[in-house]
């Protein structure tokens, strides 16, 4: 049974790199060599956008660490997060800031999920993860030049 379950994530991954969110199928590359190289880049993006998945209820009770390493990076996220919670309780991030948990519910959030958990409520899967990374990433990337230019007096 262990295994079947293992088979089932395994084509998740698949999934996400053909249709759900970096979309493989559709490179018009031909060379065999370059089309290697896609599908690795493709695999490293389709394993991160379902270790946000597999670990978005804290169950595998990863470190935030485990896809973030950049003390930069690190930085932007409490301003991020403050940007994605709502007024109430249930629109706050419950996930301990140091956890892979709470780094993948900006994430989901990010990507459109509402962020409830009540009855009615499908948690955020591969497709909403891949769309919010995309965004993170970008809003890192501005986080990291609005900090430099902070630091260098620089408009």
């Avoid at 395994?10 to 370059?34: L, Y």
């Avoid at 998945?53 to 991020?80: C, F, H, K, Y």
């Avoid at 403050?82 to 519910?105: C, I, M, Q, V, Y």
């Amino acid at each position: 049974m262990r295994w079947y379950c293992l088979r089932w994530i395994i084509e998740q991954v698949f999934r996400t790199m053909k249709t759900d969110g970096v979309a493989v199928e559709t490179s018009q590359i031909t060379t065999p060599c370059s089309l290697l190289k896609l599908m690795i880049v493709a695999l490293i993006a389709a394993i991160r956008v379902m270790q946000l998945v597999l670990g978005r209820d804290g169950s595998t009770r990863q470190p935030l660490t485990d896809v973030i390493n950049d003390p930069a990076d690190v930085a932007a996220l409490p301003a991020i997060n403050a940007t994605l919670e709502g007024r109430t309780e249930k629109l706050k991030n419950p996930h301990d800031p140091a956890s892979l948990a709470r780094f993948a519910w900006i994430v989901a959030r990010l990507g459109g999920w509402p962020g409830y958990t009540s009855r009615g409520y499908k948690p955020p899967g591969p497709k909403t993860m891949a769309r919010g990374l995309k965004r993170l990433d970008a809003m890192v990337i501005g986080y990291r030049l609005a900090d430099r230019s902070a630091l260098t007096g620089l408009p």
